[in-house]
């Protein structure tokens, strides 16, 4: 098996132009991340529109209109988690098999059967009549995002030359962050729409179309090709993608590249039994975990219920979305540009502690002015919840955003890569889960005081980074283990010294 993602800075001399070939198939692919986002920033707001909750959920929605109902209690209910979450449960099943058949059928197929998985659940979200149509709509959504995610991040860093490798793969979470913004703006205009919630689940039906078309122009990736034995193919497409003649240097390379890899037989067995596998193991895992307990999936899937619950209007829930989602965005370029050049620990260690300073005042303020019952007691308590919202957003946007997809990919031997990288997305679908699926109950069990949960996890995950994580910037990947996880005061008892 030849891994998906290779090293960045391995072969960094090899011959390579910047074709417009490779620009097109990784903006292409990164489609995949805008399917991601599109529906991570829909669900949450089409749970908190009226039309939406009468058809599926009347109950919830009698609940949200009860005056003396309790504050923090309006939107808990299973179900409606289950709608949300459903998702992620079928991405998980759907990223093992795409692991598989990636490396038995190519990328390009699983590419385009996550995007006709997509097409397939927004069209059936589009016509929904019942729960179980809803659910099942989910489930093929999560099939088309468990596919995408496992493959895409791969496919760019195989196509990409080494030096503008990193940057081509965080292209992936910034198409994921413009999905989020794009979908709370769809909110915003059919909110005001009859069956609007409609129009918000079927747009998912955009992006999916756009990779759907798209990946029929992209090439297979010539790892791949190469892995499975189609050589000439494999050349052929590296001469196009490199816009060079000779590619032997490169050719030769890949082919090294399976022949290590294709010695090991069982990735999985090697990833979890051989002893130096573990640091990595721990870390790319960790990092995702850690990356969900931000509590960021809380801002995303139900930012338009946290405003409303703290007494804003619709609208006014639905434009402060749209407000932090922009932030989102934006402050993702500033890690595109800076991750290189600052370091992967320096912004992991700020963001969590931006995070942690803005969850402690969140939660401080809810805390002191919204009870359990009756409105909120200052009318200025929502604008300064947003702005904190904002600064927490831009925190996670530049560190554990990227970084969460980006120090997986970068921290395996060649031999494990593809199926540690399977256990960071797993780690990622499962943890969003749980948060999707119990985040409102918790809320209405802890209230304010989840968010000081948040807080210790925040700090946690920052001495996690500060004491465990080795910096990985600039570090070519196949020299991790020497230069980085041999030196490790705790990591190095992983390894037989020479
Ligand atoms: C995370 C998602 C999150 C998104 C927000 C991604 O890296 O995996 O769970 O919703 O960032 O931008």
């Known amino acids: ?62 609940k949200k209109h009860r005056v003396h109902e309790n504050n923090y209690c309006k939107f808990d209910d299973q179900l409606l988690q289950l709608f949300i979450s459903s998702l992620y449960l079928a991405g998980i099943f759907a990223s093992l098999a795409a692991s598989y058949l990636s490396r038995r059928f190519g990328r390009k197929p699983i590419i385009m059967s996550a995007s006709a998985f997509f097409l397939c659940g927004a069209i059936l979200n589009f016509f929904a009549q019942e729960l179980g149509m809803l659910i099942g709509g989910r489930i093929l959504l999560g099939c088309g995002i468990g596919f995408g995610n496992q493959t895409v991040p791969l496919f760019i860093s195989e196509i990409a030359p080494a030096r503008i490798r990193g940057g081509l793969n965080l292209m992936f979470q910034f198409l994921i962050t413009i999905g989020i913004l794009a979908a709370s703006y769809v909110n915003f205009l059919t909110s005001t729409v009859k069956d609007g919630w409609r129009y918000s689940l079927g747009g998912a039906a955009v992006p999916a179309l756009i990779l759907l078309i798209g990946s029929f122009f992209i090439h297979e990736t010539p790892a791949s090709l190469i892995e499975r034995g189609k050589d000439e193919e494999g050349k052929r497409v590296l001469r196009k993608i490199r816009g060079l003649e000779d590619i032997e240097l490169e050719f030769n390379e890949i082919k090294r590249a399976t022949e290590i890899s294709n010695k090991v037989k069982s990735p999985f067995k090697e990833l979890f039994t051989k002893s130096e596998n573990r640091p990595p193991l721990v870390c790319g895992t960790l990092l995702q975990f850690f990356q969900q307990f931000t509590g960021i999936n809380v801002v995303m899937f139900y930012a338009p219920v946290l405003f409303q619950t703290m007494g804003s209007g619709n609208n006014a829930s639905l434009i402060s979305t749209v407000v932090t989602n922009g932030v989102n965005a934006v402050a993702t370029i500033i890690a595109v540009v800076m991750v290189d050049r600052l370091g992967r620990k320096f912004f992991l260690v700020e963001g969590a502690t931006q995070m942690t300073a803005t969850q402690i005042s969140i939660g401080a303020l809810l805390l002191k002015h919204l009870h359990l019952i009756g409105p909120i007691t200052s009318r200025s308590v929502p604008l300064i919840v947003l702005i904190l919202i904002c600064i927490y957003v831009s925190g996670f946007a530049w560190s554990w955003g990227p970084l969460g997809w980006l120090v997986p990919s970068e921290i395996y031997p060649l031999e494990v890569r593809n199926a540690g990288y399977f256990c960071a997305v797993a780690m990622n679908m499962v943890c969003t889960f749980v ?55 705790h990591w190095r008892k992983y390894f037989k010294q020479n």
């Open 1 to 62: 098996m030849v891994t998906g993602v290779m090293n960045i800075e391995e072969g960094a001399s090899l011959p390579a132009k910047n074709t417009f070939q490779v620009f097109m198939c990784s903006i292409i692919a990164a489609v995949g991340g805008l399917m991601f986002g599109y529906d991570i920033g829909i669900s949450g707001g089409v749970t908190s529109m009226d039309t939406f909750l009468i058809k599926f959920f009347h109950h919830v929605y009698e």
């Open 435 to 489: 948060i999707g699926q119990f985040f409102l109950s918790a809320l209405c069990r802890f209230r304010s005081a989840l968010f000081f949960f948040f807080a210790v996890m925040n700090v946690i995950m920052g001495l996690f980074v500060i004491f465990f994580l080795p910096e990985t910037k600039g570090v070519p990947i196949e020299d991790m283990a020497e230069q980085r996880w041999k030196k490790h005061w």
